[in-house]
């Protein structure tokens, strides 16, 4: 049947369904919810553990675009505990809208609307910045409080030098401690670092060919984990400091990636397409430790909730949550010590 599980370091999932294709999800930062973007234009979160949706975000005006939610993040402020402030959610959409929600109430706090299709966004570690990214290969950099575009970070005109994007940018991520810091990766086949102190990007890596939230930066190590929408090089893990490729993986079954992230240092959990699955990697010892496979669609969404052991997965309408079994990563957890 559907999200058939194997390998078994995965518990089977609670399986909740939404209106429309779902594009991402994101757990906050407590652990108890997990935001949708959906191809219809609409937010939805749920509950993990539960099958059904608790709030739908949709703008109030017939303005709504019915283009897809490309990105969807909570905002941490102070404690986790903290829910007035903790249900603050940045929304990108392709219509080139990005918006903040009040998640329990439903209301629509602001609005920007950039010239282009917006893919994707993301907070800065102290979250008093974001970043979004899109079709034109610009990053624009806004403030937190004030909404306002801060900087805009693009490639320079020399054709020498590779400073900046060349094409799409399909995902961003900043460095987990460095509000400064951030990577961006997208079709030209190049992950860009950049400083928010300098208009050009200081340094890149060639090789991942990123079409979706598949770029992640350990909080512990720094390492960085690309997935390629390939089937070759699919699955790779580069040191932060030099660039230099530290492993690649390979799945079992072919599959070209659209999402990817850490769960722990060394092991990530991968999702994709063509072979519609998910996989729990352990990229030092070049395994997969299990997963989801002959899912009904492309894996477009994926996430992790450390404390809550936790991850949520988006393939089609359905969102899957499962828990990972204690004993794997007490093996693993044996192993770093």
């Not at 897809?68 to 219509?95: E, Q």
Request: overall charge negative.
């Amino acid at each position: 049947g559907d999200a058939t599980l194997y390998h078994g370091c995965l518990k089977p999932a609670i399986t909740s369904y939404a209106k429309s294709e779902l594009m991402c999800c994101k757990f906050n930062h407590a652990g108890d919810l997990i935001a949708t973007g959906n191809a219809n234009g609409a937010v939805t979160v749920f509950q993990p553990h539960s099958s059904g949706a608790v709030y739908e975000l949709r703008p109030s005006s017939g303005a709504l675009s019915h283009l897809p939610v490309t990105g969807v993040h909570f905002r941490k402020v102070g404690s986790a505990s903290d829910a007035v402030h903790n249900n603050i959610l940045l929304a990108s959409y392709s219509s080139g809208h990005v918006r903040h929600w009040h998640v329990t109430t439903g209301q629509c706090l602001s609005t920007i609307k950039e010239d282009r299709e917006t893919l994707a966004a993301a907070y800065s570690s102290d979250y008093q910045s974001f970043v979004t990214v899109g079709s034109d290969c610009k990053i624009h950099l806004y403030d937190e409080n004030s909404l306002q575009l801060v900087s805009t970070f693009e490639k320079s005109s020399s054709s020498s030098v590779m400073d900046g994007h060349a094409s799409r940018v399909f995902a961003v991520r900043y460095h987990p401690s460095d509000p400064t810091s951030f990577l961006s990766g997208g079709w030209d086949d190049t992950i860009q670092f950049w400083d928010t102190r300098q208009s050009y990007s200081v340094r890149r890596i060639s090789g991942p060919h990123i079409c979706g939230d598949a770029l992640d930066i350990d909080p512990n190590t720094h390492d960085i984990l690309t997935g390629s929408w390939s089937y070759s090089d699919t699955l790779q893990v580069w040191d932060f400091a030099s660039g230099k490729l530290l492993s690649t993986f390979q799945p079992t079954l072919q599959c070209k990636v659209y999402a990817a992230c850490w769960l722990r240092p060394g092991v990530a959990i991968v999702g994709g397409t063509q072979a519609h699955l998910t996989v729990v990697v352990d990229t030092k010892a070049n395994k997969e430790l299990g997963g989801m496979k002959d899912l009904e669609h492309s894996v477009y969404g994926l996430d992790y909730h450390q404390r809550s052991n936790t991850i949520a997965v988006a393939a089609g309408n359905k969102l899957y949550s499962s828990v990972v079994l204690g004993s794997t990563l007490q093996a693993l957890h044996s192993r770093e010590h």
